[in-house]
Each structure stands twice: as C-alpha cells, then as structure tokens.
C-alpha cells in the first residue's frame, strides 16, 4: 500500500507542471475569465539584474480595453516584471513596480512579435515591435527582480499567484514565448523574430514548463507560419 501511495505521489507531482517542445503550438484564451491561466515555471532560479522577454500575440482585443500580456510576480512585488496594454495608449512596462509606456494606437489584429529588455546597471529598457525598436527609455535602475516567481500568461497578478481581475486578462492566442537574463542584441532580437532560436535560459518555448488552469484556456495549433 505505501508503495502505491509513493507512486501515486510521484505521478501526480510529474503532472504539475507539463514539459513539452511547443514550437508549433499556441495558448488560446478565446473567453474572457478571471479563472483561467497559464502558469509556467522558469528553468533559472536565480535573481535578475537584466532580461529579455519575447512572445507572440494575436488579439482582437486591443481596441476594447486593456489586458495582461506577461505577468511575473514575486514575494517582493506582484509586478516584478509585467508588460500589459492599455488601451488608446500602448504597452507598458514595469519593473518591480514602476512602470513605463511605449506609445502604440493599437495591436493590430494580426500575429504580432514583442520582445522588451531592460538591465540594472543602466535601468535602459528596449521594446520591440515586429522587429521594429520603439525609442530607448530608463526604469528602476539598481533594481534586482527576485528569485521564486510565479509567472502567468492570461492573466495579471495583483498579488503573488492571484488578485486576477476578469477586465485584464487576456483573450485571443500567446506563443513562441521565451526568457532570458541577459539583454539581447538588436541582432539577436531579429533572429528570434524571424523564428530563430537562442538557447533561452529562464523560459523556452521549445521545453517549456507549464500548468494550464481553468475552463477557458486550450492548446491548438498556431495560426502563423
């Protein structure tokens, strides 16, 4: 009986976490929900003094309201890392906290490519859209992002793994989502773009760590080549 019970454990704890090579795949939220997410866990567990995120998009949400695009919260701040959009203004950035605009009219509503970045020592944050740089700006120089994150697509977090509100959740398809900690390059930025790969060292598409929660949030096929 002991027996089986230790197996029954350690088969339920493999599951927790799905590790799956999703390079052709996308999470689809096709309702807006205050329950449904996905949570992914960071090969890394180091702290950052920089990053560079990327991931794909395909919304038709943008001219509605506001959503979460990258949620990564820590014991520290619920907004350790976050980019979301707002509405009639364009994408945000935040780092532990702070947050700063990059002035966009809108997503369109086609498959589109975001990478930020953003180092410590300089607190420069760059922000990439299909390839295309939007102009330099600072943020939270000197910070460092901590370590034990709970990271979650489909949803922003207002406090660690919660606080999510229906209004800025997601709705529409998220891939190609990698990390790293280090600030890529402009040319390592459009390699990733034209669907090239980097070794990603926090997040990797390719062997990704994940637990889809909730009624409202599918794995398909992506829609982009």
Not at 59 to 74: D, H, N, Q, V
Not at 146 to 173: C, K, N, R
């Amino acid at each position: 009986m002991a027996k089986l019970l230790w197996c029954f454990l350690i088969m339920i704890s493999s599951q927790a976490f799905g590790h799956e090579d999703m390079s052709t795949k996308v999470f689809v939220f096709p309702e807006e929900s205050a329950t449904s997410y996905v949570s992914l866990e960071a090969e890394s567990k180091k702290p950052l003094n920089a990053f560079t995120v990327c991931l794909r998009i395909f919304t038709a949400l943008s001219i509605s309201r506001g959503f979460s695009i990258f949620s990564y919260a820590t014991q520290k701040s619920s907004n350790d890392i976050l980019i979301f959009w707002n509405k009639d203004e364009g994408y945000s950035v935040g780092v532990g906290g702070p947050e700063i605009l990059f002035n966009v009219l809108e997503v369109p509503e086609v498959p589109t490519h975001i990478c930020t970045s953003w180092e410590s020592a300089t607190g420069i944050v760059e922000f990439w859209v299909d390839g295309k740089p939007k102009a330099r700006k600072s943020l939270h120089k000197g910070y460092t992002v901590e370590t034990d994150a709970s990271i979650i697509l489909g949803q922003e977090q207002d406090s660690y793994g919660g606080g999510f509100d229906a209004q800025q959740s997601f709705v529409g398809d998220i891939g190609e989502v990698n990390m790293w900690d280090f600030v890529l390059s402009p040319e390592q930025i459009n390699t990733v773009y034209l669907g090239g790969t980097l070794s990603p060292s926090v997040l990797n598409w390719q062997a990704l760590k994940y637990e889809a929660q909730g009624d409202d949030v599918f794995i398909k096929s992506q829609l982009w080549s």
